[in-house]
C-alpha cells in the first residue's frame, strides 16, 4: 500500500521529467520521511532503483488498478501531459489514469502542471468532465489557468505555484568537468549549453541558421557550444546534425545524465540556447542567462513568468534577429545572473507549496 502514487512521464530518459520526479519526492521526503511512494513508469525496475519506491509499469492498467484500491492519493504531474499538439493518444491515456483514481475512491491532485494546449473539442470536453472532478490542482503557469478556464474547469481550487525543479538544491552538486572531458572539451573553454529537440515544425532553416549563429557565438565572443540530449538517445541526432553544418570547434554529451549529473554539466556554462523546457529551467535554477527557442506555448510561458519577453520563434527562425539577441544576452550576462538569483529565491519558495497542498489534502 503506498500513501502517494504518482503518474507521469516516467522512465523515458527524459531528463526534465526525471528532474520533477527527483523534486517531488525529495520534498515531500523532507516534511514527511515516513511516506510510501509507488511511480508508475515505463522502466518500473529503473525508476525503483534510482528513486527508491516501489515502481510498477504505467502500461499494466491490472497492477495499477490494484495498487489505486489500495493507496490513499494521486499525485499527476508535474509537466505538460494534458495537451494533444502531438496526438489524443497521450492525453487519453493521463485522462484515464485520472478517472480510474477517482472511480477507485482515491484523492486526486493535479501537481505543478502545465495545461494545453488541448485543441480536440472531444478532448476538451472529456478532460473538463474529469479535471472537474480533481481535489486540488495547483498549476506552473498563468497560461495554464487560463487553459483551464477556458475549459470550464472551475469546481476544483486551482493555484498557480512554480516548476517542482526550482526546489532542486544545486548548492552541493559537483563538478561537471568529467563530462565535459569525456566529451572533448579543452580545459578553460568557455561554454554554452545547447538543448535540442526535433520539431515537426521547424522552419527548414532552423538547423543550419543555428549552426551559422553558433559559429558566430565562437568567432566573435568565444563561446563554444555543448550539445546537451535532455531526452537522451532522442535528441542527439538533430544536435549532431547541426554540429555537422558547423565550422568551428563544438562538443556532445554522448549520454543519458541524471539528474544532479545534468546540473553539474549546466553549471560549467557561461549561458544557455534552450529548446526543452526543462533547459531553461535548469538554467534559472543555475542562474544562467539563456536563449530560449520556442517551439511550444509553454516554452513562452514560462519565459513570460520570468519577465523575460526574447526569445526564438523555431518554426519562423530568423538568423539576424538571432544573432542580435545572442549578442544582447552576452552583453547583459552578469546583470541577467543577478536577476535570475533573485528570481530564484521567490520561485523556489512558491514551488515548495506544491508539496505542502499535497500533504494537506493527503491528511484531510
Known amino acids: 500500500?503506498?500513501?502517494?502514487?504518482?503518474?507521469?512521464?516516467?522512465?523515458?530518459?527524459?531528463?526534465?521529467?526525471?528532474?520533477?520526479?527527483?523534486?517531488?519526492?525529495?520534498?515531500?521526503?523532507?516534511?514527511?520521511?515516513?511516506?510510501?511512494?509507488?511511480?508508475?513508469?515505463k522502466?518500473?525496475?529503473?525508476?525503483?532503483?534510482?528513486?527508491?519506491?516501489?515502481s510498477i509499469s504505467r502500461y499494466n492498467l491490472f497492477k495499477i488498478r490494484k495498487e489505486m484500491k489500495r493507496s490513499k492519493m494521486l499525485l499527476f504531474g508535474g509537466g505538460s501531459l494534458l495537451q494533444d499538439v502531438t496526438s489524443s493518444k497521450s492525453i487519453l491515456y493521463y485522462l484515464a489514469i485520472i478517472r480510474l483514481a477517482q472511480k477507485c475512491s482515491m484523492k486526486t491532485m493535479l501537481y505543478a502542471n502545465g495545461i494545453g494546449p488541448i485543441t480536440r473539442k472531444r478532448n476538451r470536453a472529456l478532460a473538463a468532465r474529469i479535471l472537474n472532478r480533481v481535489d486540488f490542482i495547483t498549476l506552473r503557469d498563468d497560461k495554464s489557468d487560463e487553459e483551464l478556464r477556458s475549459l470550464g474547469v472551475t469546481k476544483p481550487k486551482i493555484i498557480?505555484?512554480?516548476?517542482?525543479?526550482?526546489?532542486?538544491?544545486?548548492?552541493?552538486?559537483?563538478?561537471?568537468?568529467?563530462?565535459?572531458?569525456?566529451?572533448?572539451?579543452?580545459?578553460?573553454?568557455?561554454?554554452?549549453?545547447?538543448?535540442?529537440?526535433?520539431?515537426?515544425?521547424?522552419?527548414?532553416?532552423?538547423?543550419?541558421?543555428?549552426?551559422?549563429?553558433?559559429?558566430?557565438?565562437?568567432e566573435n565572443h568565444g563561446i563554444h557550444p555543448l550539445f546537451v540530449p535532455m531526452q537522451y538517445p532522442e535528441d542527439t541526432e538533430i544536435s549532431k546534425a547541426v554540429m555537422s553544418l558547423m565550422k568551428k570547434p563544438s562538443y556532445i554529451i554522448s549520454r543519458e545524465l541524471s539528474v544532479p549529473e545534468m546540473f553539474s554539466v549546466l553549471s560549467e556554462a557561461e549561458i544557455l540556447i534552450g529548446m526543452r523546457l526543462h533547459s531553461l529551467i535548469?538554467?534559472?535554477?543555475?542562474?544562467?542567462?539563456?536563449?530560449?527557442?520556442?517551439?511550444?506555448?509553454?516554452i513562452s510561458a514560462f519565459m513570460e513568468s520570468l519577465n523575460q519577453p526574447d526569445?526564438?520563434?523555431?518554426?519562423?527562425?530568423?538568423?539576424?534577429?538571432?544573432?542580435?539577441?545572442?549578442?544582447?544576452?552576452?552583453?547583459?550576462?552578469?546583470?541577467?545572473?543577478?536577476?535570475?538569483?533573485?528570481?530564484n529565491a521567490i520561485l523556489r519558495k512558491t514551488a515548495e507549496q506544491n508539496a505542502q497542498f499535497a500533504l494537506e489534502l493527503l491528511y484531510e
Not at 521547424?202 to 565562437?218: E, I, T
Open 1 to 41: 500500500m503506498a500513501d502517494i502514487l504518482i503518474s507521469g512521464y516516467h522512465g523515458f530518459a527524459n531528463s526534465g521529467d526525471e528532474a520533477l520526479l527527483f523534486a517531488i519526492l525529495n520534498t515531500l521526503r523532507k516534511k514527511r520521511p515516513e511516506l510510501d511512494f509507488t511511480v508508475l513508469s
Open 282 to 298: 535548469y538554467a534559472t535554477t543555475l542562474a544562467i542567462p539563456a536563449l530560449p527557442l520556442c517551439y511550444d506555448p509553454k
Open 160 to 218: 498557480i505555484t512554480a516548476d517542482p525543479a526550482f526546489t532542486i538544491d544545486t548548492e552541493g552538486r559537483g563538478s561537471g568537468r568529467f563530462f565535459t572531458n569525456i566529451a572533448g572539451v579543452p580545459q578553460g573553454t568557455k561554454l554554452c549549453i545547447v538543448s535540442i529537440r526535433s520539431w515537426k515544425h521547424a522552419s527548414p532553416r532552423f538547423a543550419p541558421d543555428l549552426a551559422k549563429l553558433c559559429d558566430y557565438m565562437v
Open 311 to 343: 526569445r526564438i520563434d523555431v518554426e519562423k527562425f530568423d538568423y539576424e534577429s538571432a544573432q542580435t539577441l545572442l549578442n544582447t544576452l552576452i552583453l547583459e550576462k552578469d546583470t541577467r545572473r543577478e536577476n535570475l538569483r533573485k528570481t
Open 43 to 54: 522502466k518500473p525496475e529503473e525508476t525503483s532503483e534510482v528513486y527508491n519506491v516501489n
